[in-house]
């Protein structure tokens, strides 16, 4: 199932996406369906009526999983880590598909990172690995969009990585995938960059929610980025860039200038 937030005339809302006839359509939910589960209105929208906001607004955090990838470890110039390297996104960096991604005037190197994202359905603590899939909403797309030059000059990444618009994530969570063995691609202005496979993946998505939850507390809505496969690369002001995950869809967007900066367009 897909579920989307979207809205209707400003008022965001919640609906399952499906095919009706051959044309894909938006049928309303009655409440959020992580707290009122899938009470279905009746209606049926078409799709491309509606505008498509973040599938979720994380009620704490986005929890990041680095280096997770062996080739990206390898392109960062870091060996593969003992265990999950973790880091936070607050969830003011969350934005959805279609949004842009402003281009900060603390940053000259802005780069892009596509990735797996999974969407926390129940308040969960000291989660075993085993017991990881029952607490699992469904998955999403996401960039964990990074200013690579503040990431190494800061020391830590919560400024490199936290800037508001740094986290896009959608178009909508899918709940019904296995994430073991899926495609993940990031094409930069229509040219691949990334192109891996989650079962490369270092830590198993069974393995993070194991890992963080030994040491805190995830709330329904909370989101993990799962880490991204080697090709990360800078991006300019006019860029598009488009993210795909196999079984879930692609998330497509722009980098602006931010209003108080000076940079110009410098891509075609």
């Not at 989307?4 to 359509?25: I, K």
């Not at 209105?41 to 994380?58: E, M």
């Not at 110039?77 to 960096?93: R, W, Y």
């Not at 995938?177 to 229509?190: F, H, K, Q, S, Y």
Request: aromatic share 6%; net charge negative; hydrophobic share 40%.
């Amino acid at each position: 199932m897909r579920v989307a937030r979207f809205s209707l005339d400003d008022e965001p809302r919640f609906g399952v996406v499906g095919d009706d006839g051959g044309t894909t359509v938006v049928a309303p939910l009655k409440g959020d369906p992580l707290y009122a589960g899938f009470d279905l209105t009746g209606q049926k929208l078409p799709i491309d009526d509606v505008r498509l906001l973040a599938p979720v607004i994380p009620r704490s955090k986005v929890v990041c999983v680095g280096k997770n990838y062996a080739d990206h470890a390898a392109e960062m110039g870091g060996e593969v880590p003992a265990e999950p390297l973790i880091f936070l996104k607050p969830n003011t960096s969350v934005i959805g598909p279609g949004d842009p991604v402003f281009y900060p005037q603390q940053t000259e190197n802005l780069h892009f990172e596509g990735e797996l994202a999974v969407v926390i359905g129940r308040i969960c603590r000291k989660i075993s690995a085993a017991d990881a899939a029952a607490v699992i909403f469904g998955y999403t797309v996401a960039n964990d969009v990074t200013a690579r030059d503040l990431q190494a000059r800061d020391g830590q990444w919560a400024r490199a990585k936290g800037f508001d618009t740094f986290c896009p994530l959608g178009p909508w969570i899918e709940t019904d995938l296995d994430p073991a063995d899926l495609r993940v691609t990031t094409e930069l202005n229509g040219e691949v960059k990334q192109d891996g496979r989650t079962r490369d993946m270092i830590f198993s998505v069974a393995d993070v929610i194991e890992y963080v939850t030994s040491f805190t507390t995830l709330l329904p809505g909370d989101v993990l980025l799962t880490g991204t496969p080697a090709g990360v690369g800078a991006m300019q002001v006019g860029d598009t860039v488009s993210v795909t995950v196999e079984g879930i869809g692609t998330l497509t967007n722009q980098i602006v200038a931010d209003e108080d900066d000076e940079k110009t367009e410098t891509s075609a």
